[in-house]
């Protein structure tokens, strides 16, 4: 890294996050989980971040996201399958009145991909962007509860070599070995088919996940 900037550890967790852990994140998410809910602070040192290189800001169309507290479905390997038709209905239902608007997100640079030994991945779509945002969240709220969780999340960028011919969660919790443990989805408004599906994949590998 660039010696005319000192990192603070809060920049590295962040810049570790986007190169390995997350896609993006919003302006708001990051001023609300790193400086107390204070965006000028945030805008501030996201500034001298880009100036330096280390992240590129762009302003994109999402989505506000629902309030993420817990997973909507905890499933073990045992326990019966969900009722897709019902888990569906619960993550559409709470994407009502919450219309595109402006939002202020950061990528990570190649640079900051490269520096945290992360993998080159395809620009996101902006059809996806609030997904993302969602994953994102979902990420921080792991974070928050429990600081070790981010060291065993892995984003779905670096799971992709390792998920050949296999469906792909938002994320894993992986073992010091970097076996998945746990599988993360973002139900963002999946419909009964893709809830199934991602289910069904799940059972069959004998793998738990959170589907929030």
């Not at 000192?6 to 609300?32: F, G, K, N």
């Not at 499933?75 to 009145?97: C, H, I, L």
């Not at 296999?166 to 139900?187: H, N």
Request: proline share 6%; glycine share 6%.
């Amino acid at each position: 890294m660039d010696s005319a900037l000192r990192l603070r550890p809060r920049d590295l967790t962040l810049l570790e996050a986007l190169a390995l852990r997350v896609r993006l994140i919003s302006q708001r998410q990051a001023a609300d989980a790193f400086w107390h809910g204070h965006c000028a602070n945030a805008r501030r040192r996201f500034s001298q971040l880009a100036t330096n290189g280390m992240v590129t800001r762009n302003v994109v169309n999402a989505q506000p996201l629902p309030e993420i507290i817990e997973p909507i479905v905890r499933w073990q390997p045992g326990q019966a399958s969900p009722d897709a038709n019902n888990v569906a209905y619960q993550v559409q239902s709470r994407w009502r009145f919450r219309a595109l608007r402006p939002t202020v997100v950061y990528f990570p640079t190649t640079k900051t991909i490269t520096q945290f030994g992360g993998c080159e991945r395809s620009q996101t779509k902006l059809t996806q962007v609030t997904h993302d945002l969602g994953v994102t969240a979902v990420w921080l709220r792991y974070a928050s509860q429990d600081s070790n969780m981010t060291a065993m999340w892995i984003g779905e960028d670096i799971l992709a070599p390792t998920r050949i011919h296999q469906k792909l969660p938002d994320a894993a919790l992986v073992d010091k070995q970097g076996e998945p443990k746990l599988l993360i989805e973002f139900g963002g408004s999946y419909g009964p088919e893709r809830i199934a599906d991602f289910h069904e994949d799940a059972e069959a590998r004998g793998l738990p996940y959170h589907l929030w």
